[in-house]
């Protein structure tokens, strides 16, 4: 990057921490720290809800999601919407009118204390792990750009959100957070409207978006159907897939997840919490389809120019300094042939008003084909363990084309969108994992008796241990084998599906009591571990959003049997 690009990243962030540090003025106890003293209105609800879930990994890795696989990934999010209305009717009144700092307050209120640590440390134990690979997507940045270590990398960058969250608190995160999605929304349109600009003389968006549909980058809509008839169950992203356990998957991410009810819990009124709640389910699905439809015009960009062979150069770099040197100049000769191919094809289709013949088309595919071939081959080069590089590229594919196409300036401002995204969200996590620590355990199992400035400063206490394991768990994030954002949605499918399952037995099946819940949670949390390893070893064929809607089944179903079987209750009229 230029001096100019440094100077305006590092402006951008210094200007994001001071007003975050401004806004962070609150009172020194559990409610001025986690809630914000329950003042805010639905607009920065609104921002903070937005801004704790499009985390760096949302735009450093989405467009490189719909690169390589197209725009499927959005139908994830189609279930959202009717997630924030039953949130809003069923979940959101509990916990505002009752006061509670977390969510699992109401789980020993409703059940016992061993369902609501269990479910609490479930929650953290998912929220550490998805947290720790929030920080290692901004450190891939660092890592780049500076050439360092990616373990160190971690660790500074770890170390700067451990400052931040502990000194702001969830005022400073909300108030940042709103500055963040102003600033995120109007970049990622400029880096759009340059990605078309750039595109040769004689092609628009519209020929763009015609050769993302050649190449089947623009499959917004996937029924999810073999061509037999059949359903495809393994298929990750699908209509059916998209809208249940998209579903499942909201309703517990915004409804049970503390990261998220703790933004909530920061309204003002009831109204407040349910405005800003509706308003995202509006705003989240348009804004994740502009994210990919970003990464199709890359694609369809690098469809006209030459395409690095991978994305991620430092990788490349530590190829062509190994024994693999030869083979890796053999794969990049092959690779250039096939995209001076590709060149010409693309020239003729601009002299032709880009008319995409079937013969035309079938020959771009081919190419693209021969392309992906070489790529894999070299990646095998990155998995000999002589190497031991990270052969998965897709995160870096977006960072590529801002840091070798973007004017000056631009680059830096791009940069610090993606860094300061990642600190919206990596604090909401970490605020949420101190204040579940706190009142969930600590207070219940070390210290019962704890005035305000005791819960204070142990609070920030925790913010900087769960820092501190987060950082930890990025060590491990390298080379997942997935995008960042599939890798972190894999992870919550694993657990979210169970919490909620809890939740919707709570509230929904008054007759269940906290022992046949607690049992019903155990053994759904082992059942989803086991159908999602089964998958993985390909003895079954279920897409991971599935599993969501599983745990919550598997959970409600046998919290009712148990009850009524086991322990001897019959069931009586329910409901909220």
Same mark, same amino acid.
């Given at each position: ?35 914000? /003293? ?21 735009? %450093? ?35 505002? /009118? ?14 016992? =204390? ?13 929220? *550490? ?31 700067? #959100? ?6 702001? *608190? ?17 970049? +990622? ?17 519209? !020929?763009?978006?015609?050769?993302? *549909?050649?190449?089947? @980058?623009?499959? &917004? ?12 169950? @393994?298929?990750?992203? $699908?209509? =059916? ?13 915004? *409804? ?20 800003? %709640? #509706? +308003? /995202? ?5 348009? +804004? ?20 690095? #062979? ?10 062509? $300094? ?41 020959? %771009? ?27 998965? !590229? ?8 801002? #840091? ?34 706190? &009142? ?9 008796? +704890? ?21 930890? &768990? ?14 972190? /949605? ?9 919490? =909620?399952?809890?939740? =919707? ?25 086991? %159908? ?45």
């Amino acid at each position: 990057m230029s001096y100019f690009d440094w100077a305006v990243l590092v402006l951008t962030l210094a200007g994001i921490i001071f007003y975050g540090i401004i806004k962070s003025r609150t009172t020194h106890n559990l409610e001025g720290y986690f809630l914000s /003293n329950r003042e805010m209105p639905w607009y920065m609800v609104l921002f903070s809800v937005m801004g704790t879930q499009a985390s760096a990994i949302t735009f %450093l890795s989405a467009p490189g999601q719909a690169y390589t696989d197209g725009m499927r990934f959005v139908q994830y999010y189609f279930g959202l919407p009717l997630a924030m209305i039953v949130i809003c009717i069923a979940f959101v009144p509990i916990f505002h /009118n009752a006061k509670f700092y977390t969510a699992y307050e109401f789980l020993e209120k409703r059940f016992d =204390l061993k369902t609501r640590t269990f479910t609490s440390f479930l929650f953290l134990l998912q929220r *550490g792990i998805s947290t720790g690979i929030s920080i290692y997507a901004p450190s891939i940045i660092l890592s780049s750009l500076l050439d360092w270590n990616i373990y160190w990398t971690n660790i500074f960058m770890g170390g700067l #959100l451990i400052i931040y969250t502990a000194f702001g *608190g969830a005022k400073s995160v909300a108030y940042t957070q709103q500055l963040q999605i102003v600033i995120i929304f109007a970049s +990622m349109f400029i880096a759009g409207y340059l990605v078309v600009k750039y595109l040769p003389e004689g092609v628009g968006f519209f !020929d763009a978006l015609k050769i993302g *549909g050649v190449m089947g @980058r623009t499959n &917004v809509i996937t029924t999810g159907f073999k061509a037999d008839g059949g359903f495809d169950w @393994r298929d990750k992203y $699908n209509l =059916l897939s998209g809208i249940i356990g998209g579903f499942f998957l909201a309703l517990s991410y915004f *409804g049970t997840d503390q990261s998220q009810v703790g933004r909530y819990l920061t309204a003002k009124s009831l109204r407040e919490s349910r405005m800003g %709640l #509706l +308003m /995202n389910g509006l705003v989240k699905v348009p +804004m994740q389809f502009f994210i990919l439809l970003l990464g199709v015009l890359i694609f369809a960009f690098y469809q006209y120019n030459s395409a690095p #062979l991978f994305f991620n150069q430092s990788q490349v770099n530590k190829v062509n $300094n190994s024994r693999y040197a030869d083979s890796f100049q053999s794969i990049q000769q092959a690779y250039n042939h096939a995209d001076e191919q590709k060149r010409e094809l693309m020239e003729s289709l601009i002299a032709q008003k880009n008319e995409i013949s079937t013969p035309d088309r079938n020959k %771009l595919i081919d190419i693209n084909h021969q392309r992906d071939s070489l790529r894999v081959v070299f990646k095998s080069i990155l998995d000999k363990p002589e190497v031991k590089g990270d052969s998965n !590229d897709a995160n870096y594919i977006f960072l590529r084309f801002v #840091l070798d196409y973007l004017p000056k300036g631009l680059i830096g401002l791009l940069i610090a969108v993606i860094f300061i995204s990642s600190w919206g969200s990596i604090a909401a996590a970490l605020n949420s994992l101190a204040s579940t620590t706190i &009142v969930d355990i600590h207070k219940k199992f070390i210290n019962k008796n +704890m005035d305000e400035k005791a819960d204070y400063t142990t609070s920030r206490w925790y913010t900087v241990v769960w820092g501190i394991f987060c950082i930890i &768990v990025a060590q491990f994030a390298y080379n997942l084998g997935n995008s960042l954002i599939e890798a972190v /949605n894999i992870l919550g499918s694993l657990f979210y599906g169970v919490i =909620l399952g809890v939740f =919707l037995v709570a509230f929904f099946a008054k007759h269940v009591k906290g022992t046949a819940v607690f049992l019903s949670a155990i053994l759904g949390e082992c059942v989803v571990i086991a %159908l999602f390893m089964l998958n993985e070893h390909n003895i079954i064929d279920l897409g991971f959003l599935w599993l969501n809607a599983v745990g919550a089944i598997v959970v409600f179903v046998l919290g009712w049997l148990f009850q009524l079987t086991f322990l001897n209750r019959k069931p009586v009229s329910g409901g909220i």
